[in-house]
């Protein structure tokens, strides 16, 4: 290697209003895999039922080239109105939730709730030998609460992946 | 208002390409498209030319769309018809091609069932297309048409796909104007941020060693911005060069051009772009056949990039001063801003920047060492534009070193008369190309500069040409090699010339009349100028197989992973300068 240059990675959350048609989550996607760009999150949901939008979040990370690149060729699609860039423009709120299902009995089942309840997780269901819990936050904090819910008999997750927003009193 | 509701689909798509002001649409039927082709049938405004295979369809829409500005349309059914036209579409997205290709689709009740001839022609063209779209309602159609229309040719041009269900076409429906769409999303930025414009006219006044790089933007652009683009040049007295796509933007004729720029671009053009301390990027994309190894790549200059697709700014390569907006807005603000604030170039640093260059340019970098005895293709391209330009002709190429040749010794003065396939480099793309531009300019001489490999990959359109009565001229630059591949194999695989041979071509002159054209062959350099007006002369399409000394490479060549001030400029260069290894694995 002659002295190549690897400029720094970020991690972006880029906020996409799109026109809710057949397809416009294939081109999103689409684009993000031929054009090799990394997708670390991505949801999406109708936001505007009369204007018939749907929001989708994407986390995405990558050189401060290539993530405006993703912007430009996001916002180069017909169907797309808005492409925001929360990590960049400002302060913004991450959310996201699990579900997290423990198996178990005795002293880890003890504490599996005792640990739950740091996290603020709510228990959703429950056995005489598992729960569900569901937990809100940022994604860091999700992936903490995994990590130790992992020897306590965790069986099983489902995530939504990240939703933001940004703060104050701005709309997108 | 049940009288609006009397017009099948068929009718509606009829009705709205003629709105569009459609006049020749170039495809091939099938099952899922014989509703429309009924309609076709019935009336007598829109012009039907029947291609022998799709991708034809695609390339000859090209052809007419490129040489006319126009958007190109083609009809193309479900299953094998729309994917024989992928390449096509790609090559047309690829180089910004404004066009609509309308596909058949299976019923609506039978799509997802694996049909007969279904393919998912929306999820194989996405990124083969600027937009597609498919029609599940026929009271969507009129507009879904109009708005297609309305992509294609506005912003970055491109190609849009509109996927037809039969029983779309059947079912009835209301049509609605051009004048009632309108797009929510969909909304280009032609005028350029006028800060950026007045930074950019400044930083233009201040330099020492200024280039223009013209590219196909400007064409894209229209009319407006190619005359612009010349009172640009004229206005300040820079240099200029064009990329493939941009020549004829300004016309080569003028003093201050250098050449093309890039892989097979002059020495005195690439050694500007190296050097220069301005350079001014319009409407075009810094690709890597034009940029060589990026991290060396015009290293001392601030580069102005104006350009209507924001993707394009810093894709490849950073630039200090990015405009987004259509070239004929900007360089009309940008010359306006010139002439208001009184800015002047720096004429004294100027002379001495043209004097470096005429340095360069006495190297004259595309000299070759002429023969008597075989035809030497670089000759053969210049006999062909001396003997032609008084008739200003349209010139479409195939792919591969007779393309580069034609680049570097057909001179175009004109925009839209040089026809080529820039970022997809389809061979087979000549031909259908050059038929397109036959179909728009049929009084107009329009030449093929073709390989003998390329043209047999869509030769089948010479019995369209004689169905249609277009008389293409078909010049083929016969070295019986795939001669770029072999020029890469003899420059970075050691001459091992691994299956870039043929032993077995086609009698040209017999393949000609086998389709009612006539042909004739040519291999000493004493008869070819008769040989050229023969088949410029002789009615109707004409092939003209020209046998050229088969060793021959193009230069000068910036090989692959190499910068601009690392040209290898001839047959001399080559043992000297083994690729890198970098180099061995680029494109
Ligand atoms: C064998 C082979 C060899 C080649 N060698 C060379 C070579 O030596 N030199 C060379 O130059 N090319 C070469 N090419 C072609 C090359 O691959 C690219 O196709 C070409 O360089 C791109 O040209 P361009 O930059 O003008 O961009 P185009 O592909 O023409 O793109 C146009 C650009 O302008 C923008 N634009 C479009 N409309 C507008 C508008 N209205 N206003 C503003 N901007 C607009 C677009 O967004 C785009 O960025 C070669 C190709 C082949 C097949
Ligand atoms: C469809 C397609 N397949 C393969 C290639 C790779 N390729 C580029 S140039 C070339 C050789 C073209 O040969 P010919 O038409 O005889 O032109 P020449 O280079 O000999 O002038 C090939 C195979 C291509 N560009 N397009
Ligand atoms: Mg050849």
């Known amino acids: 290697m002659t002295g190549k240059h690897h400029p720094h990675k970020h991690r972006h959350t880029i906020a996409v209003l799109v026109d809710n048609e057949p397809g416009v989550l294939a081109r999103v996607i689409g684009l993000f895999s031929g054009r090799g760009y990394n997708i670390e ?8 039922a009369r204007e018939n939008l749907s929001r989708i979040t994407i986390v995405t990370s990558g050189t401060a080239q290539i993530v405006e690149q993703i912007k430009a060729q996001l916002s180069r699609l017909v169907p797309v109105h808005k492409v925001v860039d929360l990590t960049k423009d400002g302060p913004a709120v991450e959310r996201e939730l699990a579900l997290v299902k423990v198996v178990g009995i005795g002293e880890k089942r003890v504490e599996s709730l005792r640990i739950a309840d740091i996290f603020r997780a709510r228990t959703v269901d429950a056995t005489n030998e598992s729960f569900v819990f569901e937990i809100v936050g940022r994604s860091d904090k999700i992936d903490a609460f995994i990590n130790l819910m992992e020897p306590l008999g965790l069986v099983d997750v489902s995530r939504t992946g990240v939703v933001a927003i940004a703060r104050g009193t701005q709309p997108l | 208002m049940s009288h609006d509701h009397d017009l099948n689909g068929a009718e509606i798509l009829l009705k709205a390409l003629t709105e569009q002001g459609v006049e020749v649409v170039f495809g091939y039927p099938g099952g899922a498209v014989l509703p429309i082709y009924d309609e076709i049938f019935k009336q007598n405004r829109l012009r039907h030319i029947l291609v022998r295979h799709e991708q034809a369809a695609v390339h000859a829409a090209e052809g007419y769309a490129r040489s006319t500005g126009k958007v190109g349309c083609v009809l193309v059914t479900s299953g094998p018809g729309s994917t024989n036209a992928v390449t096509g579409l790609l090559d047309a997205m690829l180089d910004s091609t404004p066009m609509v290709c309308l596909t058949g689709q299976v019923p609506t009740s039978l799509i997802g069932n694996d049909a007969f001839q279904e393919a998912d022609t929306t999820g194989i063209t996405r990124p083969c297309t600027k937009h597609n779209y498919l029609v599940k309602d026929v009271n969507d159609l009129a507009r879904v048409v109009h708005e297609a229309f309305y992509v294609a040719k506005t912003g970055r041009p491109g190609p849009v796909v509109i996927d037809l269900p039969k029983d779309v076409m059947t079912a009835k429906g209301k049509y609605v104007g051009i004048g009632k769409v309108r797009h ?59 990329t493939l796509m941009g020549l004829g933007s300004v016309p080569a004729s003028n003093p201050q051009f250098l050449g093309m720029v890039g892989m097979h671009g002059t020495y005195e053009a690439n050694l500007a772009m190296h050097g220069c301390d301005v350079m001014v990027c319009i409407g075009a994309r810094f690709d890597d056949r034009v940029t060589g190894k990026t991290s060396a ?59 470096t260059i005429d340095g360069w340019r006495s190297k004259d970098c595309l000299r070759y060492a002429n023969s008597k005895k075989l035809i030497k293709p670089q000759y053969a391209i210049e006999r062909l534009y001396e003997l032609t330009k008084d008739r200003d002709p349209i010139i479409a190429t195939e792919v591969g070193q007779h393309q580069m040749w034609a680049a570097q010794f057909a001179k175009f003065d004109v925009a839209r008369h040089w026809l080529t396939s820039g970022g997809l480099g389809t061979m087979g793309f000549g031909l259908p190309a050059a038929m397109g531009a036959q179909v728009a300019f049929p009084d107009k001489l329009v030449v093929n500069i073709a390989g003998e490999s390329s043209i047999q990959m869509n030769i089948q359109e010479m019995a369209t040409l004689a169905q249609e009565r277009l008389a293409v001229k078909i010049f083929i630059l016969n070295n019986q ?31 000609a009349e086998a389709y009612g054209a006539k042909g004739r062959r040519v291999d000493k350099p004493a008869e070819l100028d008769a040989a050229i007006m023969e088949m410029i002369e002789t009615p109707g399409a004409f092939i003209l197989d020209v046998r050229t000394d088969a060793s021959e490479n193009v230069f000068p060549m910036i090989p692959a992973g190499a910068a601009h001030n690392e040209m290898l400029m001839g047959p001399e260069d080559e043992a000297e300068n083994p690729s890198s290894e970098d180099g061995m694995v680029l494109v």
């Open chain 2, 184 to 242: 929510k999303s969909y909304i280009p930025k032609v005028k350029g941020d006028l800060e950026r414009i007045e930074e950019a006219a400044s930083l233009m006044a201040s330099a020492k060693k200024p280039i223009l790089y013209f590219g196909g933007g400007v064409i894209n652009s229209g009319n407006a911005a190619i005359d612009l683009a010349s009172k640009l040049v004229k206005l300040t007295g820079f240099p200029f060069t064009q």
């Open chain 2, 481 to 511: 090699y795939l001669g770029m591949v072999r020029q890469w194999q003899e420059l970075l695989h050691g001459g091992r010339y691994a299956e870039s041979h043929m032993d077995v071509h086609p009698d040209f002159v017999k393949l």
């Open chain 2, 297 to 355: 790549f015009s290293p001392h200059s601030k580069k102005i990039h104006i350009d209507i697709d924001p993707s394009s700014i810093n894709k490849n390569i950073m630039v200090d001063v990015p405009i987004v907006g259509d070239v004929g807005h900007v360089l009309e603000d940008m010359i306006r801003v010139w002439k208001a604030k009184q800015l002047h170039v720096d004429e004294k640093a100027l002379k001495s920047w043209w004097r």
């Open chain 1, 41 to 48: 999150s991505l949801t999406v949901a109708e936001v505007a």
